[in-house]
């Protein structure tokens, strides 16, 4: 009865507080909101929403603290689908916006911002119900320990759970503070990534290991991994291709490679993927266009095109890439985070769906003919046009038609042109940012470009992306992202690893020293500023609330641990260019303590001589 009498009063609290609030949230908070023109995009599409939208600092906690409120931290990202739907049905529903802004302290994060932040609060939520997506939504106490979260969940949903949690909170906000405590007590003790690379004995167990684990969730009649949604996994594909070529295993990859290419992941019209499917046949997307996708997919498929030089692996690699140029491209150098799910629009997939008879009107009679032969239209549950996916190329047409090959090609191409040129006049935003650490995958992916035979393109951008990188070190930290004078923000671990790998990479495809100095530099800050006694930390993101030892695993993104690990395998315990303390973690002792000075014999004087000239960065 207790506890039915104080809902009640509660909702009555609610209702009064709804009604004398509802004035004021509008355009006079929005013009005031800390969000406005940022150089997120995601966080300044935020900044006309009826929450009123705090941004994530040491501020909030200390606010929280002082006024026994908990914390809202919604995560996401500006290419997302789910996150324009959630802004529409909750942050924009004033009901909604009273009760948080009065009862809770609403933040707004950039998962791309703050990835060690949104990979804790992941973290905790695919822990504690099982799965976990974005929209992040995630409740912490004012001591900042995560309560309770969930991923997108509709307006209705929302609105219970956060009634009921302010309920909660006022009559047991101690015990539930406890309780996340201890959770987040729990969370923070569990081992991070060893430091020392394991013997070839252990390297044998582990491939054994993920044989095994690969097969119990392996797809094997659509490839890929589970029976629901369908992302590419680039990484855990990398490292399936670093196995023995055994028949079973690679039949399973390259079914897995031409179900990521043949279906509706895959933009085959412009080139490039999204980042997953709805539904386990690869057929559905949602419209996302990540970098760090493309990135690790265009290398991907140039990788297997060496291995397996008679499938059609080359042709997606280069057309991916050639997306990444064309599409990516920021003018100030360097490469963008994302292209939108949603169209100028606002259209879920408006960008990529097309009616078949605006398809028909647009080809001539025979083109119009042989797009039927040689495309399919895919339609989706809440799509409101179809998905072009080409089912058949050239050496199809060529045999069906009985014409030359070049003749089909010509074809196929007069139709891609008219159909991309159609398509070009659509808008479809962009998020602007560029972020040191998916710069660096693309950079990998450009070296394996620059080795093909006549593209010089990939070259000549992989040398401008080199540049770029370098503009980011200013001798002492790495920045993972400048935008102007006024934005920079300091790199976290996943920005050494991946841009250290990418400068490798580049450094030994191309004879460029002074990449691999540099590379050998920041796998040495990355030990230097993360890891101690054995363990590796990383930043919470500006406020105090994240714990900082962390288990990194791979996921749609490299573990950056492992990633600095087989870097350290790839410079040598013998190299001049890598400090002794990190030879002495990687091949022998993982309790080595770091210390200034590092020593970065023959190299040091050297890289603390880099000087800005013009866009290019270059050693004396």
């Known amino acids: 009865m207790l506890g039915q009498y104080n809902r009640e009063a509660a909702e009555i609290r609610y209702r009064v507080l709804s009604f004398m609030f509802l004035f004021a949230v509008g355009a006079s908070c929005a013009a005031q909101s800390p969000l406005r ?19 994530w600092d040491d501020e909030v906690v200390a606010e929280a603290e002082r006024e026994q409120k908990l914390i809202f931290i919604s995560s996401g990202y500006f290419a997302c689908h789910w996150c324009h739907v959630m802004q529409r049905e909750s942050f924009q529903h004033e009901v909604i916006a009273v009760l948080l802004n009065t009862r809770f302290i609403p933040v707004k994060v950039d998962r791309e911002l703050n990835p060690e932040l949104d990979a804790h609060l992941f973290e905790f939520v695919e822990k504690s119900r099982g799965v976990a997506g974005w929209p992040l939504n995630v409740f912490l106490t004012p001591q900042g320990h995560p309560l309770t979260g969930s991923g997108y969940l509709k307006a209705d949903e929302f609105l219970a759970l956060i009634k009921d949690l302010q309920v909660r909170w006022e009559n047991e906000g101690e015990g539930l503070a406890r309780l996340a405590a201890e959770a987040s007590r729990e969370l923070a003790g569990q081992p991070s990534v060893a430091g020392t690379l394991p013997r070839n004995e252990q390297i044998d167990e582990m491939r054994r290991r993920l044989f095994d684990t690969l097969f119990s969730k392996a797809d094997l009649l659509e490839g890929g991994i589970g029976e629901g949604k369908k992302l590419p996994h680039a990484p855990l594909l990398r490292a399936l291709m670093s196995l023995p070529a055994e028949r079973e295993l690679s039949d399973y990859l390259q079914l897995t490679l031409g179900a990521i290419a043949g279906n509706g992941l895959h933009d085959h019209l412009g080139g490039g993927f999204f980042r997953y499917t709805v539904d386990p046949a690869w057929q559905q997307p949602h419209f996302e266009k990540m970098l760090y996708d493309n990135a690790q997919l265009a290398g991907l498929y140039l990788d297997a095109a060496q291995r397996w030089p008679a499938g059609p692996w080359m042709e997606t690699g280069r057309k991916t890439l050639d997306a990444l140029l064309r599409d990516f491209a920021h003018p100030d150098g360097g490469y963008i985070t994302s292209l939108s799910a949603l169209d100028g629009e606002g259209t879920e997939g408006g960008y990529y769906l097309w009616q078949e008879e605006r398809i028909e ?11 039927r032969m040689t495309w399919r239209l895919q339609g989706g549950d809440e799509w409101s046009g179809e998905l072009p996916i080409q089912v058949t190329g050239a050496t199809g047409l060529a045999t069906t038609l009985r014409m030359p090959l070049s003749q ?38 450009l070296a394996r470009g620059s080795r093909l035979e006549g593209d010089a393109q990939y070259g000549q951008a992989g040398r401008g992306l080199r540049d770029y990188l370098f503009s980011l070190w200013d001798g002492e930290w790495l920045l993972r992202m400048q935008e102007g004078e006024d934005v920079q923000q300091r790199a976290g671990l996943e920005d050494y690893a991946y841009v250290a790998q990418g400068l490798l990479d580049w450094a030994e495809v191309t004879g460029d020293g002074e990449a691999k100095k540099l590379a050998a530099r920041l796998v040495g800050e990355a030990y230097y500023r993360f890891y101690r006694d054995g363990h590796w930390y990383v930043e919470g993101g500006g406020a105090t609330v994240v714990p900082t030892r962390r288990l990194m695993r791979d996921g749609a993104l490299p573990s950056p641990t492992a990633v600095l690990a087989a870097l350290g395998r790839r410079f040598g315990a013998a190299s001049p260019l890598i400090p002794a303390q990190i030879n002495a973690i990687l091949f022998a002792d993982p309790q080595q303590v770091m210390a200034r000075p590092l020593d970065y014999p023959g190299t040091i004087a050297e890289i603390q001589q880099l000087k800005k000239r013009g866009s290019r960065l270059s050693l004396e």
């Open 408 to 445: 089909a090609n010509q074809w196929l191409e007069n139709i891609r042109q008219r159909l991309w040129q159609e398509r070009n006049l659509r808008t479809l935003p962009r998020d602007e940012k560029r972020l040191a650490g998916w710069n660096g995958l693309l950079l990998s992916a």
């Open 37 to 55: 023109n940022h150089h997120s995009a995601y966080l300044a599409m935020h900044a006309d929403d009826a929450v009123q939208w705090r941004l």
């Open 361 to 371: 009107a647009l080809l001539p009679v025979a083109e119009w003919r042989i797009f």
